[in-house]
């Protein structure tokens, strides 16, 4: 697990409809004048730089992020912060995502065990508020919560190199949830042709959390193999998150067919 970059993905059809989503919660949480927490439980590295030789080698961030115009939403406020201060190639990962939108007094602990990823994440998000550590995001998630503020919301995106992580990362957001009823947990996985992730979804709808939303979005020009598509899952979503999921895709225009978004519960 230890070998995934995502510079190699920053960008693609899989991180809008990430970014957007959670861009869209994270405003909904902070439209209160309570603090927040943010636990991100495999941050990367941050920041991204679309010129570079990764993001170029797979053209994935042209086939995403080159497709579209900004357009008024938070997920355009973090991405054009970001340019602003590094330049016109610069991508936000969802920790600066987060770190764009949330306030002063909101905290961020932010995972990454990867130790290249790790060393750039710490280069790239050091500051006040936010809290980064070189550990198992598994383990960090269940150590770190529920944080201080109880408000919140937790990120769980894991790589799926390992096909057990399905099965094991609904187990953590579920366990997260039964140790932080405050916060919002939100789960992304791929879709696949042979369906793996059934072995996420199926622990978490037998059990049928509150506030639980699925969302999907599949890819415009998804390729002959592989991954054709992204999906959420939000447990305890606040209200108005669907409405919330469902501008996310559609700011994300002609990257996305026609998608799916479902209240389960």
């Known amino acids: 697990m230890l070998s995934y970059q995502h510079a190699y993905h920053a960008g693609g059809p899989a991180d809008l409809h990430k970014h957007a989503a959670l861009a869209g919660l994270l405003h909904l949480l902070t439209r209160k004048e309570r603090p927040i927490s943010y636990v991100e439980s495999h941050a ?35 991405i054009e912060a970001a340019r602003a201060a590094h330049g016109p190639a610069a991508y936000p990962g969802s920790p600066a995502i987060a770190r764009a939108l949330l306030r002063p007094g909101d905290r ?12 750039a994440l710490a280069a790239s998000m ?44 609904a ?11 405050e916060g919002v947990t939100l789960i992304w996985y791929p879709l696949l042709p042979d369906n793996r992730h059934e072995a996420l ?9 509150k ?20 999906g959420l899952v939000a447990i305890n979503a606040p ?11 559609a700011i994300c225009g002609p990257v996305f067919a026609p998608s799916r978004a479902a209240r389960v519960a």
């Open 44 to 78: 990367g590295r941050g920041l991204y730089d679309l010129s570079d030789v990764a993001a170029l080698k797979t053209g994935e961030a042209m086939r995403g992020i080159g497709r579209l115009e900004p357009v008024p939403h938070p997920y355009w406020t973090a």
């Open 108 to 119: 961020l602990h932010l995972m990454e065990l990867h130790p290249a990823e790790h060393a």
């Open 126 to 169: 050091a500051g006040d508020g936010v809290s980064i550590h070189k550990r198992d995001g598994h383990e960090g998630l269940r150590a770190l919560t529920p944080p201080d503020p109880r408000r919140g919301l937790a990120l769980i995106d894991p790589s799926y190199e390992v096909k057990t992580e399905y099965l094991d990362t």
């Open 171 to 181: 187990l953590l957001a579920l366990e997260v949830f039964g140790r932080w009823p």
């Open 201 to 209: 979804l199926g622990p978490i709808l037998a059990v049928n959390p």
């Open 211 to 230: 506030g639980l939303i699925r969302d999907e979005a599949i890819f415009a020009e998804a390729p002959a193999r592989g991954m054709f598509g992204s």
């Open 239 to 249: 209200y108005g998150a669907e409405d919330a999921l469902a501008e996310a895709r």
